[in-house]
């Protein structure tokens, strides 16, 4: 156990707190000017019942760490509508999680409601993060307000039916090309050898989300060198949708839906089925992330226990037509962890509640909150795997998972790995991890990641599906090239061009 942290109120030295109500002071804060018995946090929690104070995992973890939490669970469905109430209220905790750069939140930071933490984290082993990319586009505007609660980085794949693959006798395609003859090819070259027409290749559902949204067309757009969303071009940052690849790109997802190797019902299709056409052997190529391969492996398993190892395969990013690879990441991030200046007034409170949160992030207690407890929730295999006790208490294993949402993995996973159930599952899994691991070489991150523009914190969502729409539109064969260009240039001229200036104005700046 470590030596207690003691968070105390050095007198005179309270730096100046903007806050949106009252002062804090909630039931262990070091505003009472004595020792803190505990650090206040408040996080979301995705299951069905919150963890009850005092449960096994809280209790481990206070042991490791040496201070008692007091967490403030609030359902995750809620969950920003309670941020809002505890910001504007006097109970406000040391500690806590941001689930994104909402215009609230940044609109609080910039007026000096949360600690800045740039030039603090590196200060401390386990919050010096070994992704720079995903904490600079994690900040606002350069500043980091939040300690990333890391995700994986690279997810991108397409997801290929191995079994008609070996019918038609062709390989996993590894470039746009193979990936469009083998689309062809499974349209029409009878894959399943029924000697019906009756299969297709790609299966794209409706996309709700607007340009930069991780859509297949998104993912196919960066493939081609169009970067993600935005991307440096002649020295300046620009939308993707104005450079030349974005259009040769779209040129590309229009010959496949010209051709019919793309579901005929791509701009209707409820992404909630996007499985089925897969499972049903209707369709044979998803272009999503590596883990609806593990879902439909397991899908199958429950449908064909004999034979559910020979219908899934997985790509990962795929090189464009320049020869190039160019990996379409997620943001690598799902919010943040902000400490409020409401409750934590001065830089010594401050550098103790990050040795905490240091503490917690240790690959001692990343285990306790990522797999649980061990002999209870997991064993331990051979290969350093968890290996899940199936009959531990079900809300000991939701526990967990609300703890997991405390952990921020900055410097990389530090839990222990799952094993899978079965040996192909286990190939699948590591399969997928050293795909992740040599994409992340050639990730082609969104340059403007970490700029607010204020024209697109007001406009943006509606701007962008001007050119989400349009492509739709285009790829369908509803307009024209010259009428897609023109729905670009009104995306411009209704507040894109102000937000071209403010993004580069900002970038000028760091």
Not at 172 to 178: K, L, N, Q, V
Not at 308 to 316: A, E, L, R
Not at 409 to 436: S, W
């Amino acid at each position: 156990m470590h030596t207690p942290t003691r968070l105390t109120l050095i007198a005179g030295t309270a730096v100046a707190a903007v806050t949106l109500a009252g002062c804090g002071g909630s039931s262990g804060s070091a505003n009472a000017g004595g020792e803190i018995e505990s650090l206040t946090i408040q996080a979301p929690y995705l299951v069905t019942n919150a963890p009850q104070d005092g449960n096994e995992i809280e209790t481990a973890v206070e042991e490791e760490i040496g201070v008692d939490l007091d967490i403030n669970w609030a359902p995750n469905s809620s969950y920003e509508d309670r941020t809002n109430i505890t910001l504007a209220g006097d109970d406000v905790p040391h500690v806590m999680v941001i689930q994104g750069k909402t215009p609230g939140f940044v609109k609080n930071a910039q007026a000096g409601a949360f600690w800045d933490l740039t030039d603090y984290l590196g200060d401390y082993e386990n919050l010096d993060t070994t992704f720079p990319e995903v904490q600079e586009s994690s900040s606002v505007n350069g500043q980091v307000f939040g300690i990333f609660r890391q995700r994986d980085l690279m997810r991108a794949t397409a997801i290929v039916r191995k079994d008609w693959l070996e019918n038609l006798g062709l390989e996993m395609p590894e470039t746009t090309d193979d990936l469009a003859e083998v689309a062809r090819a499974f349209t029409e070259d009878d894959p399943d050898g029924n000697g019906a027409d009756d299969t297709y290749g790609l299966i794209i559902p409706q996309w709700p989300g607007a340009i930069g949204s991780n859509s297949p067309y998104d993912v196919i757009e960066t493939w081609f060198g169009a970067g993600n969303k935005w991307t440096e071009l002649g020295g300046e940052l620009v939308p993707n949708f104005t450079t030349d690849e974005w259009f040769d790109a779209v040129e590309y997802e229009k010959a496949l839906v010209d051709g019919g190797y793309v579901n005929a019902d791509y701009a209707t299709f409820d992404s909630a089925s996007w499985n089925e056409p897969f499972l049903n052997g209707e369709g044979g190529i998803i272009i999503d992330v590596h883990s609806r391969a593990q879902q439909l492996i397991g899908l199958l398993k429950e449908s064909d226990p004999e034979g559910y190892d020979q219908y899934v395969d997985v790509s990962g990013n795929l090189t464009g037509p320049d020869g190039e690879l160019y990996a379409h990441p997620t943001d690598g991030y799902s919010g943040f962890l902000a400490i409020p200046k409401a409750q934590v007034q001065t830089e010594e409170q401050l550098r103790q509640v990050l040795e905490i949160l240091n503490d917690m992030n240790s690959p001692e207690v990343a285990r306790l909150m990522n797999n649980g407890i061990e002999g209870v929730t997991y064993e331990t295999n051979d290969e350093g795997l968890a290996v899940a006790i199936d009959d531990a208490p079900t809300q000991l294993k939701d526990d967990v998972m609300s703890f997991a949402q405390l952990g921020t993995n900055v410097t990389g996973f530090q839990g222990l790995r799952p094993a899978q159930p079965t040996e192909y599952e286990q190939e699948m899994y590591d399969k997928r991890l050293a795909i992740e691991e040599a994409d992340t070489e050639f990730a082609v991150f969104n340059e403007a990641a970490a700029f607010v523009s204020p024209t697109y914190v007001s406009k943006g969502a509606q701007l962008d599906v001007i050119v989400s729409d349009a492509r739709l539109k285009y790829i369908a064969g509803q307009i024209s090239r010259e009428e897609l260009e023109s729905e670009i240039a009104r995306w411009r001229a209704e507040g894109g061009d102000d937000v071209i200036a403010e993004i580069n104005d900002l970038a000028g700046d760091q």
